[in-house]
C-alpha cells in the first residue's frame, strides 16, 4: 500500500488494522480466499457462487416440485 503512494497514511493504518481483525477472525468464515494470484483467486470464487447455487436453501424450490411431482403421479 505504502509503495504504490496512493492512499494517506492513515487510510493504510486503518485498512491494515481491518485486515488484521479479518485475518485473525478467519474461523468465523465459511470461505477463504487469499488473494495471491488473481486467476486462481477468480476460480476459486467461481466455485464458491457454484456451490452456494447448489445448497439446499437455494434448491428448495426446485426440489419441493420434484418432491410434490412425485404425490401427484401413480408409481408403477
Known sequence: LRGRSQDAEADIRRRL???????AAFAEY?????NDE???CVERLRAIVIAERARLPAMRPVVTRIVDSFSR???V
Open 73 to 75: 403421479k401413480e408409481i
Open 30 to 34: 465459511d470461505y477463504v480466499v487469499v
Open 17 to 23: 488494522t481491518t485486515a488484521r481483525a479479518e485475518v
Open 38 to 40: 488473481l486467476d486462481a
